[in-house]
Structures are given as C-alpha cells and as structure tokens.
C-alpha cells in the first residue's frame, strides 16, 4: 500500500481519536465500513456517544453531510424526497430528501416503525432512490451510519432483518475508562469538540481508497476459511437462520479493508477472527430464547463458532 494512503488512513483515525476518546476499536471498525464502500450501526444505551462517533466521521469527509432524527411520526417521503405539483411549470418536480448525500446520519433509527426504516433499504443496497417510478442515483460516496438504542428500551420497534443485513457492522460503543471520561469533561469546556474537526479526506479519496480494497489481496486458504465460518452458522442447532450469501460477501469486503487500514496489501486469518462478531452476529436468528441481552448472546455465539473453526496455517 502507497504511504499517501497509509498517511490518508493515520490522519483519519487520529482526527476521529481527537474527538472520540478511548475508543480506538470503535473508530477502527468505522473507517473499516468507510473504505469497505458499506454502512455502520452503532448501537448502546443512550448518552455514550453514538451520534459524537456518526457526526466526527461525517466531518471527516469533506462532502455533503445530512442528519435525520428518527421519530415515531416520521414518513418514508421525509427520507427519501417527493414530487409536488409547480403551478408555474404545470408539472411535478420532485424535491430531494436528505437521503442524497455523501454521509447520511440516521439518527435513532429505531424511534420509527419498520415502514420508515424500510425506506432506506434501496438506498442502502443499490445506491439510487425510487419516488413516482422515476429512479434516482445517489451521489458517490454513500454511507448511512445510523444509531439505535436497545429493544428494552422504551419506544423502540426492532429493525427488519432484510435491513439489519444491509449494515456491514453493528458496534457496541460503551463506556470509556475513567481517565478517558474526565479527558472528555475537560475538552466541552470550550464547547463540542466535533464542530473545530476539520475533514482529513476529501470525497474523492474516498472513493480511491474504496478502489484500493477491492486489490487487496485474498488467499485461498483465506477464503476456505472465512467460508468455514459462515458455513457452520448455518450449521448451528441454535440458530434459525445463518449468514447470507450478502453476509459472506459483506464479510469478505470488510475483511479486506481491515488489511488496508493495518498497512497490508493482503488479509492474515485474525481479520476473519476479528470481525466474525460485529460483521455476522446481527445476521443470524436464533431459534429460541437466548439468556441475557439477545446481542450479547449471539455475539457470544458466534465468537464460540469461530473458536471452533480450524485456522488455516
């Protein structure tokens, strides 16, 4: 991989790190969704800074930016745009909704029935918008990165799992140590340290990065293994349904651009271990009922399968 690249990668994380502190892992995981071309769900209880992590990594690019608060009352239309009559040109004009941008923030995505959250699903998977049967391409860079609190919270509808399989990552955020907490205290002295984030990527590096990944190189004792892992999901007597052919794809991408970010021009068996949880775990369903948080328990789940699973030598 070029130094520029690596150089590009660096300024990225250490801007993010700026803002969100003692979460290395996290803003790892997200540039990986970034450079993977795919989407991100960050989901924890509210206030740990979930929509710090969405709105730092918007800022960090230098394109069109648009936030949208998910509520109980809100339309598919409000998302995706409509058409109204012009008077004055006697015809229907279609006014775009804040779906076309290069980084959509959606926030609480879980506040609003599955009807409204299924209205992101073309956009998600195919880049384009369908309103009035006119289709509509979405501008290059894509990427939603949305945010969702817990089912047991009050006033929450669980995503589809035809959406959920559109998110190349769901992350746990959670709460910083205790010297990373009184840091965050001190840098809101001044007010929110996200506004004074300068870009560190423009739209088109982006978009040349994303180019990179798909070079990165694959073994085949790799790809043996990654499907071994998705296999014996499937395989599973405590799972409904495993991951999809989608997954797999998703899970080979995401794979690809770890290595990118960790400076390798080819991916080692500890990325497929290492993303086995926040790329699969939201996939699956289980047959029954699991103890304890129904994420932590499939994400304990699936690092149990992948332990199973021979590594390739």
């Known amino acids: 991989m070029a130094v520029d690249q690596e150089t590009l990668i660096t300024q990225l994380e250490n801007g993010l790190a700026e803002v969100v502190l003692g979460k290395r892992d996290v803003i790892r995981l997200c540039v990986v969704a970034l450079l993977a071309g795919e989407h991100v769900l960050l989901e924890d209880v509210p206030g740990v800074g979930k929509t710090l992590i969405g709105k730092a990594l918007a800022r960090s690019v230098s394109g069109t930016f648009r936030r949208v608060q998910f509520t109980p009352d809100l339309l598919p239309a409000d998302i995706t745009g409509s058409s109204h009559f012009d008077s004055k040109r006697s015809e229907f004009v279609f006014t775009r909704g804040p779906i076309f941008a290069n980084i959509v923030l959606a926030d609480e995505i879980n506040r609003t029935t599955p009807r409204t959250q299924s209205a992101l699903l073309e956009a998600m998977s ?24 817990p089912l047991e919270f009050e006033g929450t509808y669980p995503l589809p799992e035809s959406q959920l399989d559109r998110f190349l990552l769901r992350i746990s955020v959670g709460y910083p140590d205790r010297d990373h907490e009184l840091q965050v205290l001190l840098n809101h002295r001044d007010g929110e340290p996200v506004d004074r984030l300068t870009p560190a990527l423009t739209a088109e590096q982006v978009e040349n990065l994303q180019q990179e990944v798909c070079g990165v190189r694959v073994d085949d004792s790799i790809n043996e293994y990654l499907l071994d892992v998705v296999h014996a999901t499937r395989r599973c007597e405590d799972l409904q349904v495993g991951v999809s052919i989608r997954g797999a794809l998703c899970y080979y991408r995401a794979c690809q651009a770890l290595a990118m970010v960790e400076g390798r021009d080819y991916v080692v068996p500890d990325d497929v271990k290492r ?5 699969l775990a939201h996939r699956v369903v289980t047959k029954g009922y699991l103890h304890g948080s129904q ?4 994400e304990a789940l699936i690092g149990r399968l992948v332990e199973e699973v021979p590594v390739p030598s």
């Open 275 to 279: 993303l086995a949880v926040p790329v």
């Open 295 to 298: 994420r932590e328990a499939l």
């Open 126 to 149: 195919e880049r384009q918008v369908s309103v009035d049967g006119t289709t509509h391409i979405l501008q290059r860079p894509f990427m939603v990165i949305a945010t969702q609190n």
